[in-house]
């Protein structure tokens, strides 16, 4: 039998219901597989005990026959939702010590759901970064880096800012994670570790109890093995909130019911703006490929414009800070978390932050203060804005061409640790696919679909309509049956 | 109303070089009445022990997000309707960033271009009984930050989060008012507004309203001086008295060859001056934005219209009824309306009686006697329709004005009814033409001097004769009976 940890949620749930073995056997093989793989610093925090609580209980509601969606499944949650009486970091010195009375609504709906919660995992701090390098509490290793565990000749970064998610269900340390993604930071960590990851639309999965980066950009979502699994997921993650003002009150869809297989006649659209220069021709091969192999199942190739694609990057880098240097006023040393005390209440300030915070949200902060300044807000922040809802619009002149935009996930393969550091731009390039749909609201998932030169993982992205998760996941059905990747990481636990 | 040079010549300020004119704009922040705050359910009760009503959400822990309280918008929206201004059906919320202790998350929601209520007026009535018309530039909602303590330690600052989220409505007005005079009628006028509505209680010295005054002066049609910001005044006294010091100061900077330079100043309570917060170089850059956890705020304009048919009688309205409808003069009317509680109490009295006497009732010895006890309409031991027995025991000729005094001054001590009092005291009026016959004729005979002289020509001496007459049956004869038969024996 394949080792507990190794199976896909789907099998996992077959075997559970069939009795071949518990939901305390299936959590201790993943105990034992987040203990092994600790070199990648995936986990900030185990939680093993009160997965083996959860366990037991999911044990017993099954044999009550009341499991639920994904009961008894081990997952980690990225440390940017707030579980209560778990410390929560974001990855920052500045919540040291934060443990939430509260649980966040996401996390509050898995555990509805039976998932087990195997930890908190790692990531960029305050979810600011596509590398998982700007941890307080050091960088994600991508268990794709070739050698041995611990003794890798070159550190790959599994993406981010959800690198721990990424890295932790690659490894097979858990079944699926939940990730946020503010411009990318689902997509871009799935496509680097081989992984199936969904940014579903703005409003269908709540952020209460999330620590916001840029209010109007966050979406919580799921991130996993296979196309199956995100859908499970993606339901129980899903769901109106009162509490969220921005969430939406519709219903969640069956997604797995939607994974028919079926794509005769959708109309696929492939923007011509997203060949950007420079981009190596092994991407621009996968995306053609990827083409293909949706015409061989009967969809239609048509060519769709989104001109002002080239402003859409820019544009993220005003909106994002701009919100986050408002977001993280908040973390001032006076009520929870971090304190540096100063001579005055100014100077605790600035002893606070400028030590809470690392380089990477400073440098945030700062542009975010500038764009809304004074003099420099219609120029910036507002102009952003007027750009935003023109790549808005752009999208759904797209869809009524076209039904679904296949994409490349991002620009490159995963890198090494200490690459594209020490400029700032050259990061914030690997959001140039993802950051688009992010600025529209847009549903956007990322499938594996084949390896690179250097053996490492890349993916597609698809973009839908608002709420058409349905298309995605199906689309996304096709190209993973069709890739049919069997290749695993060099390190798997 | 007055206009032009008529009222002009009355609210000048006269300076060492000639006249100088107060330009006067208010900014009133006055508590929405709600059980929950702006963003949070949490309770907004004064007087609740530090800290005791503070949710996650108002602590701005993370995660934490805002949702709109109907209840609020509901109340800002009928604040609209009642000051007849404009309601957008589309209103933002944006975010005002700046870093203080007693402000959780680093800033305060509140509306920027997009306020909830627009242009409106409020009609000011001056003692003298004219009126003005204040333009109302905007209302908009907004959160109210913590309190921060800074008596209770010698070196720490303390933080109550109590206030922290309560929502405000700020109301703006146009640079209208010419004399503090005219800017304390509107804050009263405001006031009452706002308590017939129901939408604030208007308790300034609970802090439920809180006013911020502007001020600037300028040569008689002159253009507009510089002007400087009094922050947080917090009575209608201090309000006037802030005013005024600080437009004789400015004249003063100006007559004495200074500039004014636009500041935000202080009110000093106990030594009556306006002082320099702080100049609008270290004003902050607030960077306000949309708040992108709160969408756009739309209005259903049947819900609107829905609200505007429960709006009660207000006072403007209210007292043009009690002079059509009770010809009572503008000076009565204007001082029964000032307060809803008086007016109804009013209405209860006159019903069915003579409005004028019921007027007076109310406004004399009525308040008069409240105001001594320092007691409200609703603890008053004399309800209207007591008050209302004593007006009827002075209208059927049961007792006299003056006797009823007596009476009421009675009724007030015990809470008994009038008719029970005068029955008991025996103070019911003498009508009975004999009795008073008898008294005149006992009162001429032991003043046959006087008699002589009344008849001589002194006619002022018939007062002496009633006053003896009233003395002889106890105060209890009727007065006008009292007269006309004293007039006819006396003339012989």
């Given at each position: 039998m394949t080792a507990l940890n190794r199976l896909t949620m789907t099998e996992a749930l077959t075997g559970l219901d069939r009795r071949d073995f518990t939901a305390v056997e299936l959590t201790e093989a993943h105990i034992a597989a987040v203990e092994s793989a600790r070199p990648l610093n995936a986990f900030l925090v185990e939680t093993p005990d009160q997965a083996r609580e959860m366990a037991a209980a999911s044990d017993a509601r099954r044999a009550q026959g009341e499991a639920g969606l994904m009961d008894g499944l081990p997952i980690a949650i990225k440390d940017l939702f707030c579980t209560k009486g778990v410390a929560t970091t974001a990855a920052s010195k500045i919540l040291q010590g934060f443990i939430p009375p509260y649980e966040s609504t996401v996390t509050a709906n898995l555990w509805q759901a039976g998932a087990v919660m195997l930890g908190k995992v790692n990531l960029d701090e305050f979810a600011m970064g596509s590398a998982n390098v700007t941890s307080a509490y050091?960088?994600?290793?991508?268990?794709?880096?070739?050698?041995?565990?611990?003794?890798?000749?070159?550190?790959?970064?599994?993406?981010?800012?959800?690198?721990?998610?990424?890295?932790?269900?690659?490894?097979?340390?858990?079944?699926?994670?939940?990730?946020?993604?503010?411009?990318?930071?689902?997509?871009?960590?799935?496509?680097?570790?081989?992984?199936?990851?969904?940014?579903?639309?703005?409003?269908?999965?709540?952020?209460?109890?999330?620590?916001?980066?840029?209010?109007?950009?966050?979406?919580?979502?799921?991130?996993?093995?296979?196309?199956?699994?995100?859908?499970?997921?993606?339901?129980?993650?899903?769901?109106?909130?009162?509490?969220?003002?921005?969430?939406?009150?519709?219903?969640?869809?069956?997604?797995?019911?939607?994974?028919?297989?079926?794509?005769?006649?959708?109309?696929?659209?492939?923007?011509?703006?997203?060949?950007?220069?420079?981009?190596?021709?092994?991407?621009?091969?996968?995306?053609?490929?990827?083409?293909?192999?949706?015409?061989?199942?009967?969809?239609?190739?048509?060519?769709?414009?989104?001109?002002?694609?080239?402003?859409?990057?820019?544009t993220y880098y005003i909106v994002a800070p701009a919100e986050a240097s408002s977001n993280l006023a908040r973390y001032d040393g006076v009520r929870f978390g971090l304190r540096v005390d100063g001579g005055s209440l100014s100077e605790m300030y600035e002893n606070t932050r400028g030590s809470g915070f690392g380089a990477e949200v400073r440098r945030r902060i700062l542009i975010g203060t500038y764009v809304l300044s004074h003099g420099y807000y219609d120029a910036y922040y507002l102009k952003a804005q007027k750009v935003r809802t023109r790549i808005s619009e752009d999208f759904q002149a797209a869809f009524t061409a076209c039904d679904v935009i296949l994409t490349p996930t991002a620009p490159s393969t995963a890198f090494a640790i200490g690459e594209k550091m020490d400029d700032p731009i050259q990061m914030y390039l690997n959001d140039v696919f993802t950051v688009p749909a992010s600025l529209a609201g847009l549903p956007g998932l990322s499938v594996p679909a084949g390896l690179g030169a250097d053996g490492l993982p890349l993916g597609l992205q698809l973009i839908g309509r608002p709420f058409d998760e349905e298309t995605l996941l199906r689309v996304a059905g096709v190209i993973e049956s069709a890739a049919g990747i069997t290749a695993l990481p060099p390190f798997v636990a | 109303?007055?206009?032009?040079?008529?009222?002009?010549?009355?609210?000048?300020?006269?300076?060492?070089?000639?006249?100088?004119?107060?330009?006067?704009?208010?900014?009133?922040?006055?508590?929405?009445?709600?059980?929950?705050?702006?963003?949070?359910?949490?309770?907004?009760?004064?007087?609740?022990?530090?800290?005791?009503?503070?949710?996650?959400?108002?602590?701005?822990?993370?995660?934490?997000?805002?949702?709109?309280?109907?209840?609020?918008?509901?109340?800002?929206?009928?604040?609209?309707?009642?000051?007849?201004?404009?309601?957008?059906?589309?209103?933002?919320?944006?975010?005002?960033?700046?870093?203080?202790?007693?402000?959780?998350?680093?800033?305060?929601?509140?509306?920027?271009?997009?306020?909830?209520?627009?242009?409106?007026?409020?009609?000011?009535?001056?003692?003298?009984?004219?009126?003005?018309?204040?333009?109302?530039?905007?209302?908009?909602?907004?959160?109210?930050?913590?309190?921060?303590?800074?008596?209770?330690?010698?070196?720490?600052?303390?933080?109550?989060?109590?206030?922290?989220?309560?929502?405000?409505?700020?109301?703006?007005?146009?640079?209208?008012?010419?004399?503090?005079?005219?800017?304390?009628?509107?804050?009263?006028?405001?006031?009452?507004?706002?308590?017939?509505?129901?939408?604030?209680?208007?308790?300034?010295?609970?802090?439920?309203?809180?006013?911020?005054?502007?001020?600037?002066?300028?040569?008689?049609?002159?253009?507009?001086?510089?002007?400087?910001?009094?922050?947080?005044?917090?009575?209608?006294?201090?309000?006037?008295?802030?005013?005024?010091?600080?437009?004789?100061?400015?004249?003063?900077?100006?007559?004495?060859?200074?500039?004014?330079?636009?500041?935000?100043?202080?009110?000093?309570?106990?030594?009556?001056?306006?002082?320099?917060?702080?100049?609008?170089?270290?004003?902050?850059?607030?960077?306000?934005?949309?708040?992108?956890?709160?969408?756009?705020?739309?209005?259903?304009?049947?819900?609107?219209?829905?609200?505007?048919?429960?709006?009660?009688?207000?006072?403007?309205?209210?007292?043009?009824?009690?002079?059509?409808?009770?010809?009572?003069?503008?000076?009565?009317?204007?001082?029964?309306?000032?307060?809803?509680?008086?007016?109804?109490?009013?209405?209860?009295?006159?019903?069915?009686?003579?409005?004028?006497?019921?007027?007076?009732?109310?406004?004399?010895?009525?308040?008069?006697?409240?105001n001594k006890a320092g007691k409200d309409i609703q603890d008053s031991p004399v309800s209207a329709s007591a008050l209302g027995g004593l007006i009827d025991l002075i209208s059927d000729n049961t007792i006299s004005g003056r006797i009823a005094k007596e009476v009421f001054e009675e009724m007030f001590a015990t809470g008994r009814p009038a008719a029970d009092i005068v029955e008991a005291k025996g103070l019911r009026q003498v009508t009975d033409t004999g009795a008073i016959d008898a008294a005149i004729s006992a009162v001429m005979a032991g003043n046959a001097d006087k008699v002589a002289e009344y008849r001589g020509g002194k006619d002022k001496l018939f007062g002496f004769f009633v006053g003896q007459v009233m003395k002889q049956t106890g105060g209890k004869a009727n007065p006008a009976l009292v007269n006309e038969i004293l007039r006819a024996k006396l003339a012989g």
């Open positions: 050091g960088p994600v290793i991508n268990p794709w880096s070739p050698g041995p565990l611990g003794a890798w000749p070159r550190r790959l970064v599994p993406g981010g800012s959800s690198g721990g998610s990424a890295a932790a269900v690659a490894a097979r340390c858990a079944l699926g994670a939940t990730g946020t993604d503010t411009g990318g930071s689902i997509r871009q960590p799935a496509g680097f570790c081989g992984l199936v990851g969904i940014k579903p639309t703005y409003g269908r999965c709540s952020r209460w109890g999330i620590v916001a980066f840029a209010s109007s950009l966050d979406q919580a979502g799921p991130m996993t093995r296979t196309v199956a699994d995100t859908a499970l997921m993606l339901r129980a993650m899903a769901g109106y909130d009162p509490k969220d003002s921005t969430s939406v009150n519709r219903p969640v869809p069956d997604y797995q019911a939607a994974l028919t297989g079926d794509i005769r006649g959708l109309r696929v659209g492939i923007p011509a703006e997203y060949r950007v220069d420079g981009m190596p021709a092994e991407i621009e091969r996968l995306w053609d490929q990827g083409v293909a192999w949706l015409r061989d199942a009967g969809a239609e190739p048509v060519p769709v414009r989104l001109p002002h694609t080239q402003y859409a990057l820019a | 109303m007055n206009t032009g040079r008529e009222r002009a010549a009355m609210t000048y300020i006269q300076g060492e070089t000639g006249d100088w004119e107060m330009v006067i704009g208010l900014e009133v922040h006055a508590q929405v009445t709600s059980k929950a705050k702006l963003f949070s359910g949490a309770a907004t009760l004064f007087g609740a022990e530090p800290n005791s009503q503070v949710s996650f959400v108002d602590a701005a822990f993370p995660g934490m997000l805002p949702v709109i309280n109907g209840v609020c918008i509901e109340q800002a929206v009928r604040t609209g309707l009642g000051l007849k201004a404009q309601i957008n059906p589309v209103s933002v919320f944006d975010r005002k960033n700046y870093f203080y202790a007693d402000l959780p998350s680093g800033y305060q929601i509140s509306q920027y271009t997009q306020p909830i209520v627009g242009k409106g007026e409020i009609v000011l009535d001056m003692p003298d009984g004219s009126s003005r018309t204040v333009g109302i530039t905007r209302l908009h909602l907004e959160m109210d930050a913590g309190k921060s303590l800074h008596d209770q330690h010698p070196s720490k600052t303390f933080v109550d989060l109590n206030r922290s989220g309560v929502a405000l409505m700020e109301i703006v007005s146009e640079p209208d008012m010419r004399t503090a005079e005219e800017a304390g009628a509107y804050v009263r006028k405001l006031r009452t507004i706002l308590r017939y509505l129901g939408t604030c209680d208007g308790n300034m010295e609970e802090g439920s309203m809180r006013c911020d005054c502007n001020v600037s002066v300028r040569r008689p049609g002159g253009p507009l001086g510089t002007r400087c910001e009094i922050k947080n005044v917090n009575s209608v006294r201090f309000v006037q008295q802030a005013i005024e010091y600080e437009a004789r100061r400015q004249i003063e900077v100006i007559e004495d060859g200074g500039t004014i330079s636009q500041e935000t100043r202080l009110w000093d309570t106990a030594k009556g001056v306006t002082r320099s917060m702080r100049s609008k170089e270290e004003a902050h850059d607030y960077r306000y934005f949309p708040d992108p956890d709160l969408l756009p705020l739309v209005l259903d304009l049947d819900w609107i219209e829905s609200i505007k048919a429960t709006l009660p009688e207000l006072p403007d309205d209210k007292k043009q009824r009690f002079m059509s409808d009770y010809k009572l003069s503008l000076y009565d009317a204007g001082v029964l309306v000032a307060e809803q509680a008086r007016a109804d109490f009013f209405e209860a009295v006159a019903k069915g009686r003579d409005a004028k006497l019921a007027s007076n009732w109310v406004n004399g010895d009525f308040f008069g006697a409240l």
